[in-house]
């Protein structure tokens, strides 16, 4: 045993302040993303907004502004911030991820590139959007209910149409959209629709994503175990109840007239607005990050959306004049600094922006089938077929898929929803997405003849004639998470009926 100085070369990652800001971006929403940049404009006195381009400030004669924003190439002085993000070993940025050059066929155009030198920060209005004052404090109808649709156990393909009847969903708590708009839309069937609603109709408040004020009631009377055909009738004619004809309820009800107070009584005692206890003064719409929109030729173009994009500006004019003032050390250190934080949040700026854009663009290339046809033909995909296809690293595309949307011909998606496990072939042909297997595995018990129920085993000689190499386990852990009976309860359900 002794002691003994050792000298060792070897290289290893370090994870600067630096680049850990830019990962720290990667990953915030666009809300969260305006209020970071907002505290960093108030931290550092060399960053400022900039003005809109429908807006531009009056220019003063005897002293001219001389205000830059920096360019977003090697010209602008970044150099040396891109060759820190992009050494070696970093799996967050990659260079070049913002050419047109790097994306897929038919995905890339004039509008897909991110230029922040013309980015607005709301949409060409004269003033800036405060985030803060359109911030909620409470939960809101929509988020309760997307919280519970998280744990409600629907495949992926089912919480699409899910997450789209909820934005439906109105304040007071009704879906209005006609389910044919929405199944039409998502290229679903309408009774794969309903059955989605059905079971957004049991989240709570009672009675929330009912289409009409009878249906509300029904649903909060069904939960209480009071929905009889005498209450349903009632439920059915609320214009009577509205006019006090009793007499006529009395006959439509086939009851007493004591026993239709006590009805009416009981209706009083629900709730018409089960969305009513939920804040909605100052709820913020989701914006997307990302647009998807069909090109003539059947391709689908990629572009970035600039509204929700910060504008950045360093003033180098006022960096000129405080660096030309003698100052002490201290000072001259804060100065720099601040100077390279600029500079370093408009190259992280732009990375994120590119970044968001490479990734949708080979999300869209992979699941073309779903954009032309619609749910049904989802396609198998994981986070390290797109890394690969982009040559990023997976925690990369982690961060970019998370709290980002796309808004497409077919509503608004968090990016995320389009991954789903992969279901092998059979004779070696393509995977098929284990969400577009069970909706084939919902249709096909839809479907089935009352007298003839479809066993497990049955359903896997099916799928396997139409080339999917399925398990009847998988069948049965499939049907299962659908809330589809076992063929012994279904066929015991229609003797039933």
Not at 78 to 100: I, K, M, N, W, Y
Request: aromatic share 4%.
């Amino acid at each position: 045993m002794k002691q003994s100085l050792d000298m060792r070369q070897g290289t290893s990652l370090v994870m600067t302040p630096q680049l850990q800001q830019a990962i720290k971006l990667l990953q915030l929403s666009n809300q969260e993303l305006a209020e970071f940049v907002e505290s960093e404009i108030e931290r550092n006195p060399l960053l400022n907004k900039g003005e809109d381009s429908d807006n531009p400030a009056t220019p003063d004669a005897e002293e001219p502004k001389r205000r830059e924003q920096l360019s977003l190439d090697d010209k602008s002085g970044l150099g040396e911030a891109r060759d820190q993000l992009d050494a070696p070993g970093e799996d967050v940025f990659e260079p070049g991820t913002g050419s047109d050059a790097a994306m897929p066929a038919g995905l890339s155009g004039p509008s897909a590139k991110a230029d922040w030198s013309g980015v607005g920060g709301n949409a060409g209005s004269g003033e800036d959007f405060d985030y803060t004052a359109n911030v909620s404090s409470d939960v809101t109808l929509h988020e309760h209910l997307h919280e519970q649709l998280k744990l409600a156990g629907l495949s992926d393909a089912d919480r699409l149409i899910a997450a789209r009847l909820i934005d439906e969903t109105d304040e007071a708590g009704y879906m209005l959209a006609p389910l044919e708009d929405v199944a039409e839309a998502l290229g679903a069937d309408v009774a794969n629709v309903e059955a989605v609603l059905a079971v957004c109709q049991g989240f709570e408040p009672t009675g929330v994503m009912a289409r009409s004020i009878p249906e509300c009631l029904a649903l909060q009377l069904k939960e209480r175990g009071r929905f009889d055909p005498a209450m349903e009738v009632l439920v059915d004619n609320l214009l009577l109840v509205a006019k006090h004809d009793v007499k006529t309820l009395v006959e439509l009800c086939g009851v007493s007239k004591e026993d239709i107070a006590d009805m009416i009584a009981e209706v009083r005692q629900l709730s018409p607005k089960p969305g009513a206890g939920f804040s909605s003064d100052t709820t913020v719409a989701v914006a997307p990050d990302v647009f998807v929109r069909e090109l003539p030729n059947g391709m689908f173009a990629v572009e970035l959306n600039s509204d929700t994009l910060p504008r950045v500006l360093m003033d180098k004019a006022y960096y000129a004049e405080v660096t030309a003032l003698p100052m002490r050390e201290k000072e001259k250190e804060f100065i720099s600094d601040c100077a390279a934080s600029a500079t370093w949040l408009i190259k992280s700026l732009d990375q994120r922006a590119r970044t968001i854009l490479k990734v949708a663009s080979e999300i869209v290339r992979q699941q073309d089938a779903f954009f032309a046809h619609g749910v049904a033909h989802l396609r198998p995909l994981n986070l390290k077929q797109v890394a690969d296809a982009i040559e990023m690293h997976e925690s990369t595309v982690s961060r970019v898929t998370t709290n980002k949307y796309m808004a497409t011909p077919r509503g608004m998606f968090e990016l995320k929803y389009f991954f789903s496990a992969a279901i092998p072939a059979t004779g070696g042909g393509e995977a098929h997405s284990a969400e577009a297997v069970r909706h084939r595995i919902k249709q096909l018990i839809e479907k089935e003849d009352a007298d003839d129920v479809l066993s497990d085993d049955q359903i896997v000689e099916i799928l396997t004639g139409y080339g999917i190499d399925i398990a009847r386990r998988t069948v049965a852990k499939y049907r299962e998470s659908l809330n589809i009976p076992s063929s012994v309860q279904r066929r015991r359900i229609n003797r039933a009926s």
